[in-house]
C-alpha cells in the first residue's frame, strides 16, 4: 500500500516562492505517477501538476504552467512542487496523490493514494 504525505505548507506575500514535498512509501512508489492538486474554499479540487515515473514527464495547468515545477526524486521517494510568482488565487489546500497508472491525467479518480492536504496562503 502506496502512502503519502505532504510537507507543511505556509503563510508568503503575493510574489515570493515556497516548495511543497510529498513523502511517498511503497515498494513500488518509483514506477507511480505522482500528481498535485488543489481545493480552494467553496471551489473543486483542480488539478496543478503531474510528473510521470523517471520524471521525465510532466504536465501542468495552464493556471500554473511557467510558475510551478514538479520535480522527483526516486532515490527519496519524494515529489516536489516548486512554486514561484504565488498569487492571491494560489490559496488553497493542496493535495499530493498517486497513480499506479502512466497516463499523467488531471482527473482525481485516476489516482488512488491521497495525502491529507497541506494550506498554501498567499498575501496580497
Known amino acids: 500500500q502506496v502512502q503519502v504525505v505532504e510537507s507543511v505548507g505556509g503563510l508568503v506575500q503575493a510574489g515570493g516562492s515556497l516548495t511543497l514535498s510529498c513523502a511517498a512509501s511503497g515498494r513500488t512508489v518509483s514506477s507511480y505517477t505522482m500528481c498535485w492538486f488543489r481545493q480552494a474554499p467553496r471551489k473543486e479540487r483542480e488539478f496543478v501538476a503531474a510528473?510521470?515515473?523517471?520524471?521525465?514527464?510532466?504536465n501542468y495547468a495552464d493556471s500554473v504552467k511557467g510558475r510551478f515545477t514538479n520535480s522527483r526524486d526516486n532515490a527519496k521517494n519524494t515529489v516536489y512542487l516548486q512554486m514561484n510568482s504565488l498569487k492571491p488565487e494560489d490559496t488553497a489546500v493542496y493535495y499530493c496523490?498517486?497513480?499506479?497508472?502512466?497516463?499523467?491525467?488531471?482527473?482525481?479518480?485516476?489516482?488512488?493514494?491521497w495525502g491529507q492536504g497541506t494550506q498554501v496562503t498567499v498575501s496580497s
Open positions: 510528473i510521470g515515473w523517471s520524471g521525465g514527464r510532466t
Open positions: 496523490a498517486a497513480s499506479p497508472n502512466s497516463g499523467l491525467r488531471g482527473e482525481p479518480p485516476w489516482y488512488t493514494n
